[in-house]
């Protein structure tokens, strides 16, 4: 499964979606193109965050350390 960018994707990568940041749950079924269906949870997640499944064309992987820098910067842990 790959991103906007032609990146893999896999469980528990980070993606930017529409300008929140999520943690892929899930993978579905690749096309030909090697799109396809994703399950994302927003990160960090609250007690009643549901994952949804979007298109992984829609989205960029963003790399865990990028991550972990953000959150100790602003605080959100």
Do not use: C, W
């Amino acid at each position: 499964m790959k991103d906007m960018l032609g990146r893999d994707l896999a469980v528990g990568d980070f993606v930017v979606f529409y300008a929140n940041l999520y943690q892929v749950t899930a993978l579905g079924r690749p096309t030909p193109s090697d799109h396809g269906y994703v399950k994302i949870k927003i990160y960090p997640a609250s007690k009643t965050s549901r994952p949804v499944q979007k298109y992984s064309r829609e989205m960029v992987q963003v790399p865990a350390a990028d991550v972990t820098l953000h959150l100790l910067k602003n605080g959100g842990m």
